[in-house]
């Protein structure tokens, strides 16, 4: 079930509420928690909208009327609610599509690509980082080549459900008709390149893009959409890593990195 057929369950769940059922009421309100999170993470504001809705009168004593009254307007915020999800969600759905048809090819894998340049530290330290939560980092130069060419021998490795690409400051470029001043320091040209591959192939939601913070570095300019987030040296990304794979539907714990 797709994520637009689960928000669909929920409406219909929703709709065919029994009046003032309380035990129905909890199993949609758990349902649609575990959906929202899987669908749009942890932090979704929609969790707060749907914790902020209220089925039974605050003040009490309270009679038929306004416990009916209650009801009512509860059920109603909350087909509300589910509406609004299923319209975001047909509006902006990045899921891995290719003219609006979903990915046949990309199939749920604990296996996480790692793109990356000549910053060795930068690639040890996400590589420990998914291993530490429970995935396997697929990094291309160590695995075997069994006589393949390397484009033969990327295709093969990258059939992952999950990237994380490593942007870091290794070359100097400036347009031919500037002078040297205008130099900037970017990634490696097979990192942006296997960049596009991955949008393309799993979808901007399933990508993370990492970059080394430094001064005069050139990010990619046709990417728009894409998550870019600071590689600092304080960790925050690792967190932010762990809150993207959660939204994808990782079962990973971030207590695992301590």
Known sequence: MDKIELIQSLIEMANKLPHRDKKELDAIKKRAEMIIRR????????????????????AYPADEHSLNESWNSGRSEMLNLFNTILEELKLFDTSPKVNGVERADVEFS?????????????????????????????ILHEQPNKGRTIIEKFTDYSNVSFSVVLLSPDDIAYPKDHPPKDAKLRARQNVIFELGFFIGKLGRNRVLVLYQEEENFEMPSDYSG???????KLGQWQIELVKELKACGYDVDANKLL
């Open 39 to 58: 669908v749009f993470g942890e932090s979704s504001k929609y969790l707060d909208d749907l914790k902020r809705i209220h089925f039974y009168p605050i």
């Open 110 to 138: 604990n296996r996480v690509f790692v793109v990356h340049g000549h910053d060795e530290e930068m690639k040890q330290a996400v590589a420990r980082t998914l291993e530490k939560i429970g995935l396997e980092p697929i």
């Open 226 to 232: 894409v998550l870019y987030t600071p590689y600092d």
